[in-house]
């Protein structure tokens, strides 16, 4: 069956990396996605990877996936305030037509 | 840019009142999905539309029903609200073919019932 696991919080110092972990059980995910929630807004994708890959980066975030473990992470470098949100992972198998969502990690960021 | 709306941000209804949610996507996009989202609990699917009048229960469809008369629009409906469907709806809409599936989202609508 599917299930998609975070942590529901993170607290870091504006400046420093953030890693924001994941856990999935579905070995047949095609591609992963990483959310992000501002304060009362909806989704919006930040990044996705494809599950033939294992490392992606763009910009200040990197994307690890480790497909013999089922683990996702997300690293935020140089880590601002305006990134305090939640972050949700998510996967989709290829053949379902939903994708299944963790539970969310909130990410604070302190001065 | 792909845009998903929803008709109201906030919403207040009494217990008891039938309640349409509606959610407008405006980038021809074959599904669309109904969550709810509460504290800790994450995103949960209430219902999903593969295409026009077609629907498919989530994991909490009761108290809900839902309509896709118009490829561009989903409706959630709510009969008899009650007190426990106090949360944050999100609409999400997702591309088939030609997409790495990923879905997009409203704004949501933060609905209290009193």
């Known amino acids: 069956g599917e299930d998609v696991e975070q942590s529901l919080f993170l607290s870091v110092r504006e400046g420093d990396s953030s890693v924001i972990n994941c856990t999935y059980t579905?070995?047949?995910?095609?591609?992963l996605y990483w959310y992000k929630q501002e304060p009362g807004a909806g989704l919006q994708l930040l990044t996705y990877?494809?599950?033939?890959?294992d490392m992606k980066q763009d910009q200040r975030l990197t994307v690890l996936l480790n497909k013999k473990d089922k683990h996702l992470s997300l690293r935020i470098a140089d880590t601002q305030t305006g990134d305090s949100a939640i972050y949700f992972c998510?996967?989709?198998?290829?053949?379902?037509?939903?994708?299944?969502f963790g539970t969310g990690t909130r990410l604070q960021v302190t001065l | 840019d792909v845009k998903v709306t929803q008709s109201s941000r906030y919403l207040v209804k009494r217990t008891g009142e039938k309640v349409f949610l509606e959610c407008v996507q405006d980038?021809?996009?074959?599904?669309m999905f109904w969550y709810r989202q509460d504290p800790g609990l994450g995103l949960r699917l209430i219902y999903f539309?593969?295409?026009?009048?077609?629907?498919e229960k989530g994991d909490i469809p009761e108290g809900y029903s839902v309509s896709r008369e118009k490829k561009e629009r989903f409706s959630l409906i709510l009969e008899s609200a009650s007190t426990n469907q106090t949360s944050m709806y999100l609409c999400?809409?997702?591309?088939?073919?030609?997409?790495?599936?990923?879905?997009?989202f409203g704004p949501g609508t933060r609905l209290t019932v009193t």
């Open positions: 980038m021809d996009h074959e599904n």
């Open positions: 990877i494809f599950s033939n890959m």
């Open positions: 998510a996967e989709w198998a290829g053949t379902a037509s939903k994708l299944t």
């Open positions: 579905d070995s047949s995910s095609t591609y």
């Open positions: 539309s593969y295409d026009v009048k077609m629907k």
């Open positions: 999400a809409s997702r591309k088939i073919s030609g997409s790495v599936g990923e879905q997009y």
